[in-house]
């Protein structure tokens, strides 16, 4: 057979091995393929985002890094458009007490236990905040009913940064 004549010359042998050499560098770390290989890894993140792309509003983003969630949204709420004595900071708080909980609730609770850390920004003109928390306290929100039991899980589990503009 015609095969026969490239398997016994050694040019064809050292060109097939450079070739593999070629194609497993793409897939490493810092390869083309690396994000793709990242994607298809088993995280808790992930399967949750599955199902979180299909809840979320459309101000949301949402992306895993390794078991990791980040979720930015954009809230443009102007100091202007509140009632008289009502503080921009403390809607800022409130929506993303309200964030925290649609995530809870709309996420798969298993996988939200599996992940590892949750990161919530509001950005906003005026005030950005970062909450942080891990996802088994996140889960274990989804089953409160109480306000405030639900108010005081979020101060005890939740770590929040203020970054004013």
């Known amino acids: 057979m015609f095969y026969e004549k490239f398997l016994k010359n050694p040019f064809f ?11 497993w560098n793409l897939n ?3 390869g083309m393929f690396a994000r793709r290989a990242e994607i298809l890894k088993a995280h808790s993140c992930h399967a949750a985002l599955v199902k979180l ?20 949204i954009k809230k443009n709420i102007e100091k202007s458009s509140l009632a008289e004595g009502v503080d921009l900071k403390e809607v800022l708080y409130r929506e993303m007490a309200n964030d925290l909980m649609h995530l809870a609730k709309k996420a798969p609770n298993d996988n939200l236990e599996r992940t590892d850390y949750i990161v919530v920004k509001i950005l906003n003109p005026k005030l950005d905040i970062h909450a942080l928390t891990e996802g088994r306290y996140l889960a274990r929100l989804a ?7 639900m108010a005081e899980h979020l101060r005890a589990t939740v770590q929040v940064q203020e970054r004013p503009h």
Do not use: S
Not at 13 to 23: A, D, S
């Open 143 to 149: 089953t409160l009913t109480e306000p405030r039991i």
């Open 53 to 72: 792309k299909r809840e979320i509003p459309a101000n949301w983003t949402i992306i895993c890094n390794a078991n990791n969630m980040e979720v930015t």
């Open 28 to 30: 490493q770390e810092d």
């Open 13 to 23: 042998m050292i060109g097939l091995l450079m070739m593999f050499i070629f194609v």
